[in-house]
């Protein structure tokens, strides 16, 4: 399956995302001169204010996405110029090895299928005493969300195109997320999760957004015509919901030094 994403949506409709990443950026005491890894860095929207914050850094933005990483460029490059670069790499297979002083990261290491592998490989990836401030979805995310795709993958018209599908994202507690991270290496690990309802304000707004931003793995699968029957359930539903189209996310806070 493809692991390409709408570029243009995902920047236009990320607010969530964005909105996140800016208080986990504010969590960082950063020099001014680092030069950072953007670890799933999509569009580059928190890259921005990452390289703000970095008047005589740089920063590598890492996605496995050429669409996100060909916005990122667009957005960045004409203001930032060779202080911002990026990557297209598999945060499971980093060709770095002790390079940055530090790791950046939000809304990506969810999608990352084996989490002891990606703790090793951004361990690697720091120099001598680098940090690491990330956040991704944690224990919980999006539950009665994907409850609700579970049934539906089961029902018949959906069931020869999604039946064994699985779902394509980790999400983990904060202790499993701090063993791992001692697993790979880290020490002075701070894990944590903290609840992000994200309500939207109309049918239309909560359809693009979960078809573009959550579920457009799942809906690749189907037939094209399925794909609009799958969305319309999954709104018919979160119409019922008190309050309507709100997104039970969950984000895991992460902080660890090399």
């Known amino acids: 399956m493809s692991r390409e994403w709408d570029a243009n949506a995902y920047h236009r409709i990320s607010g969530p995302q964005f909105s996140w990443g800016k208080k986990v950026l504010d969590r960082i005491l950063l ?19 990452l390289l703000a914050q970095l008047p005589s850094g740089r920063v590598v933005g890492v996605d496995l996405s050429r669409n996100m990483l060909a916005g990122a460029r667009e957005h960045l490059q004409p203001k930032f110029g060779k202080r911002a670069s990026f990557i297209a790499a598999d945060l499971l297979q980093l060709p770095f090895v002790e390079v940055f002083d530090g790791i950046f990261s939000t809304a990506a ?20 005493g680098g940090w690491l401030v990330a956040q991704c979805g ?18 018949p018209r959906y069931r020869e195109f999604l039946g064994e599908y699985q779902h394509p994202w980790v999400y983990s ?19 944590s999760i903290e609840p992000a309802p994200t309500r939207f304000e109309t049918a239309e707004a909560y359809y693009e957004f979960v078809r573009k931003v959550i579920l457009h793995r799942h809906l690749d ?10 969305m319309a359930d999954i709104v018919e539903l979160a119409a019922r919901d008190k309050p309507a189209f709100e997104l039970d996310y969950w984000r895991l806070n992460l902080s660890a030094r090399k």
């Open 31 to 49: 020099r001014g001169s680092e030069l950072v890894m953007d670890a799933g860095c999509g569009t580059g929207k928190l890259t921005a204010e």
């Open 109 to 128: 290491f969810h999608w990352v299928p084996n989490h002891d592998k990606l703790f090793r490989n951004l361990h690697d990836a720091l120099k001598q």
């Open 138 to 155: 944690g224990a919980g995310n999006l539950d009665r969300l994907l409850g609700r795709v579970d049934e539906l993958m089961d029902r």
């Open 173 to 191: 507690d904060a202790d499993t997320a701090a063993e791992r991270l001692q697993r790979a290496g880290f020490r002075q690990i701070e894990t």
């Open 221 to 230: 699968r189907l037939p094209e015509k399925l794909r609009g029957e799958f």
